[in-house]
């Protein structure tokens, strides 16, 4: 079964850049592309999809580089096939739901019925969604242990 892992670069309230700030950093891209390779693994992804908030677009580069540099590294990140999608710009595409319409090309509204994510999520299936810092901290837990994390 097809399963996706995306994570949500689109903070749409004003004046809100924390995900820049994290992202500008070289280390830090290369983290939140491991722990996402490192989900993708973990539940059988083969399908990662970087949603970028479109005022961010010049990071798309930056971001293919780390991808390509992290993959190469750790040949058994290679297999998951990376996607970078710019975000169209409204608030709501931060809400999950809206955020898989507008990757898949609907507009970026919330779906009616409350479905979870991990069974009905990007194009219907079984998909993992979270922020640049959770998946940052993935490789880090990975490194020094989740009692040392906590």
Same mark, same amino acid.
């Given at each position: ?40 693994? $973990? ?74 994510? $991990? $069974? ?26 989740? $009692?040392?994390?906590?």
């Amino acid at each position: 079964m097809e399963k996706y892992v995306v994570v949500n670069i689109d903070e749409g309230l004003p004046s809100t850049f924390k995900d820049w700030v994290l992202l500008i950093d070289e280390a830090n891209r290369k983290k939140m592309i491991a722990g996402m390779c490192i989900c993708a693994s $973990t539940i059988g992804a083969k399908n990662a999809v970087v949603y970028l908030r479109y005022e961010y677009r010049n990071l798309k580069e930056d971001l293919n580089k780390s991808i390509k540099e992290v993959q190469g590294m750790h040949p058994e990140f290679a297999k998951v096939k990376f996607e970078i999608r710019l975000g169209g710009g409204p608030y709501v595409a931060g809400e999950g739901s809206a955020l898989f319409e507008s990757i898949e090309g609907k507009g970026a509204r919330p779906r009616p019925e409350k479905q979870r994510s $991990t $069974t009905n999520g990007l194009y219907n299936k079984p998909t993992v969604i979270n922020n640049v810092e959770t998946f940052i901290a993935v490789p880090i837990i990975m490194q020094v242990g989740g $009692t040392a994390w906590a």
